[in-house]
């Protein structure tokens, strides 16, 4: 019957009210509660931004070092889980590690949440947020056949995620600061960005009650695709492809034809008609990267500058509104500190979690809240009779 409303890819239906995160699409502003997301990148931290965005204000010192010291309680994952690892292939993309990882802490915790009761919700959230670099560092490891590091509680969030990935027992590792500061900052810019696809798949999954781990786990798996988190990794694998600055318009071609399902990876956005405010910090925060290994004239970086100015003076991408977004230098940035492609989208989820964490909660405390039950427009056969096999012929 027509008296829905139809409205494929939810162009113009809230699905909820939010005091989360702000976004003007037109202007290419974002607020976490309130705050502009480059002062938070460029004075606060990431763990401060986590608290901010599920407490709904910026914590006092007092509150900043007890709630460090709880997240920073719960970085262990439970030795049982390294079992997980062993069963997939070293070549298993990390982000199906992830998916099946996370929503496995639902066998560990489940038991212990009664997801009314805000504390225990709250325990909850501490564990994931703690333990996604661990599992993050895990699924990186085992990929390259290098032994697990534990989490070293004495170092920021972002130097022992660091540490976890990049430090092998035969050698002493020091965290560079410079990267351990840049890599916060990507966790900063990735925490929310309100009712996105992943975002509202959380939702969706939890209206239902399931259990958080459960939720964050369906999070991570809409995330993967190369519309949304993976394009960060498909982005990097263009500029890798597109190679030197002559070929870009040959690329730049492809995109505009209409034949041709080729897309600019990290272009374009659902939300922003303007310059994404998070790719312009991300941009600052790949040149401090390069600077800080010595490498200025990384090729690719050359390139996605050359891309973003060509394809900034194009017809095509000014009428069309399509800017750079965050996934277009973030992958440079992250392949500069070492990181693998595969890497990429898990370190989206990483930081995405508390975002996640935080709209999960909100939707949970609203007293509007149900399940989520969209319903549809049904264009198919209308009702008729069953017919056996040999009737059919
Ligand atoms: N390259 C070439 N043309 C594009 C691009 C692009 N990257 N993005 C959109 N268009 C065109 C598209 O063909 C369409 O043209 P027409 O109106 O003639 O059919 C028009 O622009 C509008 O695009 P749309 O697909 O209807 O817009 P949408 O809001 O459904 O999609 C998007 C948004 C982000 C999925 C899309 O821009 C895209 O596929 N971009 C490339 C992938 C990407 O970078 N994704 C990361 C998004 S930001 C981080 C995140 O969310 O994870």
């Known amino acids: ?155 920021s969030y972002a130097a022992n995620f660091l540490r976890m990935c990049f430090a092998v027992p035969c050698e002493e590792y020091q965290v560079n600061p410079v990267l351990a500061r840049a890599l916060d900052k990507i966790f900063i810019l990735h925490a929310d960005h309100e009712q996105n696809a992943s975002t509202s798949t959380v939702r969706l999954a939890g209206s239902s009650g399931a259990n958080p781990f459960a939720c964050i786990a369906a999070g991570i798996a809409c995330l993967w695709g190369p519309a949304h988190g993976g394009a960060n990794e498909a982005a990097l694998k263009m500029l890798e492809e597109i190679g030197t600055p002559d070929r870009i318009p040959e690329f730049i071609k492809r995109a505009k034809d209409k034949d041709d399902p080729f897309r600019l990876m990290g272009f374009g956005h659902r939300v922003y008609k303007n310059y994404d405010p998070r790719a312009r910090i991300m941009q600052k925060t790949t040149h401090e990267v390069l600077a800080e290994i010595g490498d200025t004239d990384d090729p690719i970086f050359e390139v996605a500058k050359e891309l973003e100015r060509i394809a900034l003076q194009d017809e095509y991408f000014i009428e069309k509104k399509l800017y750079p977004n965050i996934d277009f230098y973030s992958g440079i940035t992250l392949r500069a500190m070492g990181f693998p492609t595969s890497m990429f989208t898990v370190l989206f989820a990483l930081a995405r979690t508390v975002g996640w964490i935080a709209q999960w909660m909100e939707m949970i405390e609203d007293p509007h809240q149900k399940i989520g039950r969209p319903r549809q427009l049904y264009t198919g056969s209308p009702q008729r009779d069953y017919r056996t096999l040999s009737q059919r012929g």
């Not at 889980?81 to 292939?89: A, I, K, N, V």
């Not at 038991?111 to 325990?123: A, H, L, T």
């Open 1 to 155: 019957s027509g008296h829905f409303t139809y409205d494929p890819g939810f162009t113009s239906t809230a699905s909820c009210e939010s005091k989360i995160t702000y976004i003007d699409g037109d202007k290419g502003i974002l607020l976490y509660r309130g705050y502009p997301i480059e002062q938070l990148a460029e004075q606060g931290d990431f763990l401060e931004t986590c608290y901010l965005l599920l407490y709904g204000e910026l914590p006092t010192a007092a509150e900043k070092a007890d709630f460090d010291m709880r997240v920073t309680k719960h970085t262990m994952v439970n030795d049982q889980m390294h079992r997980f690892f062993q069963g997939f292939r070293r070549d298993a993309h990390p982000m199906s590690i992830m998916v099946a990882v996370v929503g496995a802490l639902s066998a560990f915790y489940h038991d212990s949440i009664d997801i009314s009761d805000p504390q225990q919700r709250m325990i909850a959230s501490m564990r994931m947020i703690s333990k996604l670099p661990t599992i993050a560092a895990m699924a990186y490891k085992y990929s390259v056949g290098q032994p697990f590091v534990y989490p070293q509680n004495s170092l």
